[in-house]
């Protein structure tokens, strides 16, 4: 059972990005899965979010309008498109899986993949 992040990069400022979290062992149905980053020297935080019961999407104050995410839960699969990219993105960034039909807090995850760096350049 386990999450793997995909699609970080280096990218320009004003560029984009698509992540992809791949499910193995499990299937996403039941699940929400969300997206997090830490930055060097921060905490960690919450990008967004997707519940696979009705597909309702949350988004952070900074992802909102630039970032979207979406599944395809035939592959069992969690995309996180992120367009107008800015340095201040750079994290890596964390795929996460809670048992539950609508997104929550942090501490409810309990299944993380390894992660994957975006460093956007200026």
């Known amino acids: 059972v386990q999450l793997v992040e995909s699609g970080g990069d280096l990218v320009q400022a004003g560029g984009s990005l698509r992540l992809s979290c791949v499910a193995s062992g499990f299937s996403f149905d039941g699940y929400v899965i969300g997206w997090f980053r830490q930055a060097p020297g921060k905490e960690r935080e919450g990008v967004s979010c997707?519940?696979?019961?009705?597909?309702?999407?949350f988004y952070s104050e900074s992802a909102e309008g630039r970032f979207t995410i979406s599944s395809d839960n035939t592959k069992n699969t969690v995309f996180l498109q992120m367009n107008s990219l800015k340095p201040e993105d750079t994290a890596v960034y964390y795929c996460?899986?809670?048992?539950?039909?609508?997104?929550?807090?942090?501490?409810?995850?309990?299944?993380w993949g390894q992660g994957t760096q975006v460093t956007v350049s200026s």
């Open positions: 996460a899986a809670d048992f539950d039909d609508y997104c929550g807090d942090e501490t409810d995850f309990t299944l």
């Open positions: 997707i519940s696979s019961k009705d597909g309702d999407t």
